[in-house]
């Protein structure tokens, strides 16, 4: 009898198997394919960045739009991913990392939604759903507004200073009917 048996491992039960031969090879691979999966899933984000999302499968976009706004679409999503650690599906997402909206002081970001339906011949401003300059202006900070759905333009603010009065021009709206 052999002293110290119980430190040998047994072989014989169907996993000393996977470590000879073929099998060890196969398992190895496997593993390899898996850790490779998992690892070309994760996503980090910098501070100050933010990550768009490819939708790589599912229904094509009819011609004309750009964002994907349902579930089952592929193609750009709307919304952004934060800073930090993500993990998605490599086979189903891809991604790029693009900068944060960033309104500095003394300005103001105009936003123009880049899809949806086109505005009326005598709209100026654009309602929900459709496509032009949006009524809310952004005030500094910073924002995660997907850059190929909105548009930002930095415009100088305007500040009324004390003892003044400012004047607000309200140009949207339909053009009145002539009344003579």
């Given amino acids: 009898m052999k002293e110290n048996h119980y430190l040998e491992p047994d072989l014989s039960g169907n996993w000393g198997r996977i470590f000879q031969g073929p099998y060890f090879i196969i398992s190895g691979l496997l593993f390899l394919f898996l850790v490779g999966f998992i690892l070309s899933g994760i996503m980090y984000v910098p501070p100050k960045k933010m990550a768009i999302l490819i939708r790589k499968t599912g229904k094509d976009l009819r011609n004309g739009e750009?964002?994907?706004l349902q579930p089952d679409q592929k193609g750009i999503v709307l919304q952004p991913i934060a800073e930090?650690?993500?993990w998605y599906n490599p086979y189903t997402w891809?991604?790029?990392i693009r900068d944060q909206i960033e309104v500095p002081e003394g300005k103001v970001g105009v936003q123009i939604r880049q899809y949806g339906k086109p505005l009326e011949e005598?709209?100026?401003i654009a309602k929900e759903g459709q496509k032009g300059i949006l009524p809310d202006?952004?005030?500094p900070g910073r924002y995660l507004i997907n850059p190929y759905a909105i548009k930002v333009v930095l415009m100088d603010a305007v500040t009324v200073p004390p003892g003044h009065?400012?004047?607000v021009w309200n140009i949207a709206g339909k053009i009145p009917k002539k009344t003579h």
């Fill in 94 to 96: 891809d991604w790029v």
């Fill in 66 to 68: 750009i964002i994907a």
């Fill in 84 to 86: 930090g650690f993500h």
């Fill in 165 to 167: 009065r400012g004047v």
């Fill in 122 to 124: 005598w709209q100026v």
């Fill in 137 to 139: 202006v952004l005030k």
